[in-house]
């Protein structure tokens, strides 16, 4: 049998702001369609952030989150992953807010704290349409996104409480470290999904020996007791999809790490990015994984047992 790679789409999170991309999901019933359209292309998995409707503002406040993701439940049986990493301007308070009250089947979670830089950005984006989109880039030349073991121990104190399970976002081989920390702790149970982020400033590269070391790394500290995916940012998103799916990984496509569907050429919505990276995997001769592959494959508890 071919093996079954998971797809994981990030339909809007807390990166690109609003004046990027006419494509961006913003209200409720924009990150509803987005992740139903993602569910309907491919991914067995979908990552959901909230907005201000009125400006696009990342908000995490479970009333900016209910609406969408009771639709969203409602419309496809994809697995629903609440963010826990928020924004990097929020408290940890305000980012766990939407989990503790949601109780999802999967959240994510940020390995370390770590610089952050959006900055970049500016020398591409030079008209906004909303006075805080400038400042938010600009300010992330000085900012700390700060995961303390302090605020992830309480994270995973907090969500497994619930059953939750997560996707371990790391950023860097320092974070599969951390990991391999909480795991001697026994806060992380296998599987672990871990989630290497590539292409972020503050965190590793996206050259190709870099995936390898990530995948290297986590092989040699977990061993049979994890699931690998991977997620480029910008314009690394197909590429080190491509390298991951072939050395055994799942994928993480959407908007929230970019917003491009080719050279120059923005995506018009997060399932366009989702049938690019499924061409790629089929045509490695691999099956997609259904969302109930991948409720089987990460341990989940199901979406009869979450808050929404």
């Known amino acids: 049998m071919a093996r079954k790679v998971m797809i ?3 339909v809007t999170g807390a ?24 569910a309907e292309a491919g ?10 409707p009125a400006d696009g503002r990342p908000d995490q406040s479970p009333e900016a989150f ?30 766990l807010r939407p989990c503790t009250y949601f109780k999802p089947e999967v959240a994510s979670l940020n390995m370390g704290s770590m610089n952050f830089g959006l900055y ?9 349409k909303h006075a805080w989109e400038k400042p938010y880039l600009a300010e992330s030349e000085d900012r700390i996104f700060k995961n303390t073991f302090k605020d992830i121990a309480g994270i995973l104190t907090a969500c497994a409480e619930n059953g939750t399970r997560f996707e371990i976002e790391c950023y860097d081989i320092g974070h599969l470290y951390t990991l391999a920390h909480f795991v001697d702790r026994g806060l992380v149970k296998p599987p672990f999904f871990v989630q290497s982020v590539f292409g972020i400033l503050g965190g590793i590269g996206a050259h190709p020996e870099d995936v390898a070391h990530m995948k290297r790394t986590a092989d040699r500290l977990f061993g ?10 910008g314009r690394n998103q197909l590429p080190i999809a491509a390298q991951a799916a072939a050395m055994g990984g799942n994928v993480r496509v959407g ?11 923005l995506a018009r919505t997060n399932a366009e990015q ?33 808050n929404f």
């Not at 970049?120 to 906004?128: E, Q, S, T, V, Y």
């Open 255 to 265: 908007l929230e790490d970019s917003l491009w569907a080719g050279p120059g050429k």
């Open 8 to 10: 994981t789409c990030a």
């Open 15 to 38: 990166i690109h702001t609003p004046s990027m991309s006419p494509h961006l999901p913003i209200t409720a019933a924009e990150i509803a369609e987005a992740a139903i359209g993602a």
């Open 43 to 52: 991914a067995a998995l979908v990552h959901v952030h909230a907005r201000n």
């Open 224 to 233: 049979d007791a994890y699931h690998w995916s991977v997620l480029g940012a």
């Open 274 to 306: 989702v049938a690019k990276v499924r061409q790629i995997i089929e045509g490695l001769g691999l099956e997609i994984a259904t969302p109930a592959d991948a409720r089987k494959t990460l341990a989940l508890k199901g979406a009869d047992r979450v």
């Open 66 to 95: 209910e609406p969408f993701l009771k639709v969203i439940k409602q419309r496809c049986d994809a697995v629903i992953n609440i963010t826990t990493g928020g924004a990097p301007t929020m408290t940890i308070d305000e980012r």
């Open 120 to 128: 970049p950005m500016l020398a591409r984006h030079k008209d906004f």
